[in-house]
Structure formats: C-alpha cells, structure tokens
C-alpha cells in the first residue's frame, strides 16, 4: 500500500505559453511512494507540459510543484535529486555503448565511481541482452533504448519517477516488459507519474488513473473505482464531450 | 558536473566521424599549403636578391617579398615587385599575379585561407548542432531532469566540442612548422616566430568567434537539419557575401575615378605647364638647338642650352613637381577613404577582421600596402633630391590634343656624378603592425563575447518542451 507522504504534488498548477495557449489549467494532482499514477488524454491535452513543469524544463505561470516536498521552481536543482525521468523515445549518444550512455548519466545523477559490474547488473536486470551492454547505442531499437532509459532511472534510484508516453511505439512483448519493470520500481515504494495513451495498460498498472482535458483533470478514479466502471467508456465519453472552452 | 559533462563531450566529438574528416583535411591542407607558399617565397626571394645585386646605381627599386606570405598570401601577389621612378611619375610592374595565372582563377590557398573558409565552415557547422542535437534527440530533457545547470551544460558542451575542433588544427600547424623547419624555414630569426604565435591565437580567437555564432543558431533551433542549413547560410555570408561586397558597395557610395583616368588627368595637366614652359624656353631652344649656323643662332650647342634653360625653366618645374605632387596625393586620399570605407564595411565580418589583421601579421596584408608605399615615397623624395631633379626633360611642338611632338631632355649639372640612395624596404615592426590590428582584435573579441551571451542568454530562457 501507498504510504502516505506525497512525493509528488502540484498545487493549483497552471500554464499559459507565449503564443497565448493555456496548456495546463488549474491541476492538484498527488503522488504517493508506492503509487503508480497514469495520466490518460489525446495529444495537447496538457500531459507532457505536467510533466516538463515538475522538471522545471518550464515555469509555471500560476501554481507550484513539489518534489519530496520541495518546490521546483524555487530550488530545481535540490528537487532533482529526487526523481528520474524517462521520455518518449530514449534516444541517448549514439556514439556512446549503452555502459558509457549509463556511466554519464549515472554522474549526473549522484552517482560517481559505480563498477562496470553494478551497470551490468541494472542492464540485466531491465533484460537488455548481455551483447548490448557495450555496443553503441545507435544501434538499437526502441525497445532496447527503452530499456537503457529505464536503467538510467534505476541506477539514479530517486523516490519519483516521471514517464512520458514510455511505451510509446514499443511492441506489445517489450511494452509489457516495461511495465513488468514498473511494477517492480513501484513495489519498492517509488511514485511514478507516467503519461500514456495506452488505457488497457494504464488500467492493469495504475493505482489512479487521471484523464486530462484541454490541460484541465476532469476525471480521476481509483485502482478500486475501476473495478466496477469501463475505463475504455469513460474516457472514450470525455474525449467526445463538448471542448471546455466553449 | 561540469568536468562529467566535458569529458563527456570531448570523447563524443572525438569518435564522432566528422572529427576524423576535419582532422584528415587539416593534416593534409595546412603542412602543404606551408610548404608550397615557403617555396614560392624562396624562388621570388631570388629573383629579387639578383635583381637587387644587378641594378644598383639605377632609379629603379625592388619590394623585398615578405617570408611569412608563407602563411598568409595576401597582397603579396598583387603588390608590384619592380618599381621605376622618372621625375615626375614611378613605373609598377612585375606582380606575382602576372605569373601565376591559374592560381589567380582558381585562388590561391594558404594557412589563412584554410583557417578562414574550411575551418571557419567546420566551426559553425560543429557549433550549430551542439543544442539542437540535444534537443532533436531528447538527451537534453535527460541531461536537464538531473541536477545540472544549464549554464554548466552549455559551457562545457562549448569547451569540450571547441578543443576537438582545435586538435586538427594544432597538430596540423605543428607538424606543418616541423616540416618548414626542415626546408630551413627562419621560424626563430627576427619577430618570425612573434608574429606566427600571434597569428594562431587570432585563429584560434577567429574559430571561437565563429563558435560561438553556431552556438547560437544552435540554441535557437529545434533541429540539426535547420540549423546546419542555417549555419550554412551565415558562413556564406559571413565568409563571402559581406567581404566580397564590400569593396564594390564602398565604390558605390564614394567612388574614385580609376588608376588609368587618374593617369590621363594627370598627363594633361602635367602637359599644360609644359606647354607654357615650352613658350618660354622655344627662343632658347632656336638659339641653340639649330643645325643651320647663322649670325643669330649658334648651330648645335647642346650645353649652352643646358645651362640657358636652367634659370627659365626652373619656376615651371618646381610648379610642375607641386601641381603633380598635390594632385597625386589628392588621389591617394580619395582612393584611402574607400578604402577605409571598404574596410569598415567588411568589418562586419568577422571572416574579413580575422583575414586582414592575419595577413597584417604576415606583412602581407593591407597595413604593409601603405607601408610599402610609405616607403616608396620617401625614396622618391630622396632620389629626386639626388638625381631627379637634376634631370630634364623639354617637350616642344605640342599638337591641338596638347601632345609634344618633339622634347630635348638629358642631365642638368652633376646629374652623373652622385651617389644613389639606397632602397631596402623596411617590414613594419610587430609593435606597429599589433598596434594597427588591436581595434580589429578588440571586434573580434566583441562579437565572441556578444555571440556567447546571445546563445547563452538563449539557452538559460529556453522553454524545454
């Protein structure tokens, strides 16, 4: 069970680009270690931008985020230490084996001096076969650089992980082998908000599940809600509802 | 983080194959433009010595070629290698260009050349993708969701891909100095090794102008593709378009009437004074220049006429001498202010700032052009004080176009029995050519610091989407 420390929270979060378009309205979301949260929502509907605005990639126009109960925008630096991020498509350095590619980011997450060994372990452990270990990583697929990516945020070991649309483009094989790695990270109390448009998946893995709406929450039900309702219609039904900015 | 991140730049671009291609390009292009330049130089060096050892005693000078155009071509082709002085006019020939016809067409290559067009090229191009490869392929959201500073991450990106674009160019020169060194290049002689110092810092400033250029386009696009084609499009304006247009649009708004119109205007006016010079000295000339002897003229006299002409003509000479002199530098200065009007308008480049204060450090540049001719003009004036004015030339018989038809000229008094003064052209000193170049360096450095802040200021307000 979740415990009850939000890792990650946003409080009244909002944001509004200079072409004037508002990406985000108004969100009070929360994430508990153990918690596994998916944003559902079509393209544009303010996903990603939750995401980007919790890594400070960009500032909130109203509202704050925290992370282990720090503000990012205040002290982003201090609040990174405490969460991973795996994107879209994990393209990493291409010039780079897949250990180099780990090595660099492991520095850059606090971790100095690993062995070779202690990244071998993290690789294995995310089922990237043992030849990939030092290969270069323009070389892979998706689904390996997936995998690479999710390492990265294994061996950074922060209590929040962030995923945008992960298992994006993945094979159904190597999309359920990520969530398999999911459910792991989650058992050892990690809180991870994940972005996805992939219901079926979010509905197995999700112990919340939100749906967004023009950059508005609209909807949010429990692992326990969704036993008895068909998340499939729900969220069919608010993409179909009347635009919100009428 | 910083020296992680730089450390792991410098081996990104290290095994990156566009390093290899750069490397190979230098390694070939550097030691054999330095070879080929130093053995053009030797032969001009002796064509020079023994034309110089042949003529002395003569009004006719010889342009010493300047040793590091082994480095920096320049002007070196252009400028005239014979210069003949008569009392009112010098004569130029003899230009390396007339030689080297192909080389002309198709330009010549030296280490400035490679510096300013290939290497200029390499560090826009290497420059421009450095964020926009981050940002195309989503390492940058990677590197930024851990506790790294933008500001670290531009500086070190900047660092480490800067000192990769500098090995080619390092090893390269050195092994082109070995190489010269080995052909008995004077490197440590005089301020040789001064100036080609010099010169590879402003090479290095130059590339890290044009850097930090790239950096900037490459923190305000989204993909390499644009903004490898962007980096292109600068580098042609940067290296071609403004130095090219520079000297024509100068032309267009101060222009100056050219050398041969100059040279007729000066014909005519030269021959209205000679004209009246000629009415006065015609009752002389019949006196004594007439192969019939009568009782009032005395046949062929050819020294009574000189020394009858002397007084007459003198007021007509030193006016002809003042008039020519004044419109001759009336001309230099009209010719200097588009000159410099060129050269304010190319300073806009900083392609053009690094060639010009380059070939300045190799004597070879637009500084060392009015040095030179600084120079011929106080040789013209100590040789009119010596020989010149002692000579004559009297034009007679003009037609209704106000050409002579007829002239008598020869040496006055002691026009043979004097000492030559002697020409050697004196390169400017390393003080004066660095004290000519700073403002340029100083641009330099400028736009380097205006581009860095640019991209850097960039980059710290870019929203990572």
Redesign the interface.
């Known amino acids: 069970m979740p415990d009850q420390k939000p890792i990650l929270k946003a409080e009244d979060l909002s944001k509004r680009y200079e072409d004037g378009v508002l990406a985000l309205d108004h969100l009070n979301l929360e994430v508990r270690g153990g918690e596994v949260y998916c944003l559902l929502g079509a393209n544009g509907a303010g996903k990603t931008t939750t995401i980007n605005l919790f890594l400070n990639f960009i500032p909130p126009t109203t509202g704050t985020c925290y992370i282990n109960g720090i503000d990012v925008t205040r002290d982003p630096l201090e609040a990174k230490k405490y969460v991973s991020f795996v994107s879209e498509n994990v393209m990493l350095y291409g010039n780079f084996t897949a250990r180099q590619n780990l090595d660099f980011f492991a520095k850059l997450g606090g971790k100095a001096n690993l062995s070779k060994e202690a990244y071998y372990q993290v690789m294995r452990r995310v089922s990237l076969q043992e030849k990939a270990f030092e290969q270069r990583v323009k070389n892979f697929s998706k689904g390996m650089r997936q995998k690479l990516g999710i390492s990265i945020a294994i061996i950074k070991d922060a209590p929040a992980i962030l995923l945008d649309e992960p298992t994006s483009g993945l094979d159904p094989k190597a999309a359920e082998e990520f969530l398999e790695i999911l459910a792991e990270l989650k058992k050892e109390g990690k809180a991870i908000l994940m972005s996805t448009h992939d219901i079926f998946r979010a509905k197995d893995i999700a112990d919340r599940v939100g749906i967004m709406k023009e950059g508005r929450l609209v909807m949010e039900r429990t692992r326990e809600e969704l036993q008895y309702e068909d998340l499939v219609k729900i969220y069919i039904d608010y993409m179909k509802s009347e635009p919100l900015t009428v | 983080?910083f020296a992680?991140?730089f450390k792991?730049e410098l081996?990104?671009q290290l095994?990156?194959p566009k390093f290899l291609i750069v490397f190979l390009l230098c390694l070939v292009l550097i030691p054999s433009s330095l070879l080929m330049n130093y053995s053009s130089f030797k032969s001009n060096y002796l064509e020079y010595d023994a034309a110089r050892r042949i003529s002395k005693e003569t009004t006719t000078v010889y342009r010493e070629p300047s040793i590091l155009s082994t480095f920096g071509i320049g002007l070196e082709s252009v400028l005239p290698k014979i210069v003949s002085f008569d009392k009112y006019s010098r004569d130029m020939k003899g230009t390396q260009a007339q030689n080297e016809i192909l080389s002309n067409i198709t330009g010549k290559i030296d280490f400035i050349v490679i510096v300013s067009f290939l290497l200029g090229l390499f560090s826009i191009l290497y420059a421009s993708t450095l964020m926009s490869g981050e940002k195309?392929?989503?390492?940058l959201?990677?590197?930024?969701?851990?506790?790294?500073?933008r500001s670290t991450f531009i500086w070190a990106k900047f660092l480490g891909s800067y000192i990769v674009l500098i090995i080619p160019l390092l090893a390269s020169f050195l092994i082109g100095l070995i190489l010269l060194l080995l052909e008995n290049f004077p490197l440590f002689s005089g301020e040789n090794f001064s100036r080609v110092l010099f010169l590879f810092l402003l090479s290095l400033l130059y590339l890290s102008t044009l850097f930090s250029l790239g950096l900037l386009i490459s923190t305000r696009t989204q993909k390499t593709s644009v903004a490898l084609l962007a980096g292109f499009l600068i580098w042609i304006f940067v290296t071609f378009v403004i130095p090219k247009i520079s000297e024509p649009l100068a032309a267009l708004i101060h222009p100056v009437q050219s050398e041969e119109v100059m040279k007729r205007n000066r014909i005519q006016v030269q021959n209205q004074i000679e004209k009246e010079k000629a009415k006065v000295l015609t009752p002389i000339r019949e006196q004594f220049l007439n192969e019939k002897n009568t009782s009032s003229q005395k046949g062929w006299d050819w020294a009574g006429y000189v020394k009858a002409r002397g007084p007459l003509a003198k007021d007509y000479e030193e006016k002809i001498g003042r008039t020519l002199q004044e419109f001759d530098a009336q001309y230099e200065k009209e010719k200097n202010t588009a000159l410099n009007l060129s050269l304010n308008i190319a300073r806009l480049s900083p392609a053009s700032i690094f060639t010009h204060s380059g070939l300045d450090l190799c004597n070879t540049g637009v500084v060392d052009r009015e040095n030179f001719f600084r120079s011929l003009q106080t040789h013209y004036l100590q040789l009119f004080q010596a020989v010149l004015s002692k000579r004559f030339e009297d034009y007679y018989d003009f037609d209704e176009k106000g050409v002579a038809h007829s002239s008598h000229g020869g040496g006055g008094p002691g026009a043979y029995q004097t000492t030559y003064p002697e020409y050697r052209y004196q390169f400017l000193k390393l003080d004066a050519t660095l004290s000519r170049t700073a403002p340029d360096l100083l641009l330099l450095v400028l736009y380097n610091l205006i581009f860095f802040a640019a991209a850097y200021f960039s980059f710290a307000r870019y929203?990572?989407?």
């Open positions: 983080m992680t991140i792991k081996l990104d095994i990156s195309e392929s989503g390492t959201k990677l590197v930024l969701s851990n506790q790294a500073r929203d990572v989407r």
